[in-house]
């Protein structure tokens, strides 16, 4: 079946905005306007250390959802046992959130204390 072609396909929008301009000579000058959009913001995931939460199910956890291999995820569980907390990965804002409700889900569901959240990175 036919379908109908645009009114001036040859005619396409720039790559990037541009602003008409005169210069001296009448001839028409296109200028690059710069860019306003910024990148999307990205979340570091951030675990944090807890008195209760077993060693195994944590680096249970990191394989699981953050897709690491055995010796990343006990380097990164006993990072967290020593300073506190340590980055399991980095996402855009959705997966980042959706990784926390996933390890709250599975640690309720053990009924353990782990706690990880998403930190903007600026
Ligand atoms: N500190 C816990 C323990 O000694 C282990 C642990 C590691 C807990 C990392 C949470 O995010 C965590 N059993």
Redesign the pocket.
Known sequence: MATKSPANPTKHPPASPTLPKQDDGGTTVLERVPQKTKPPLMYQVV?????????EF?VFVIQEFFKKDRQTATQI?LK??LDGKAVCGVFSKDIATSKVEQVSQAAKEHGHP?QCLAEPME
């Open positions: 675990m944090l250390n807890d008195d209760y939460t077993p060693m944590v569980m967290i046992h782990l």
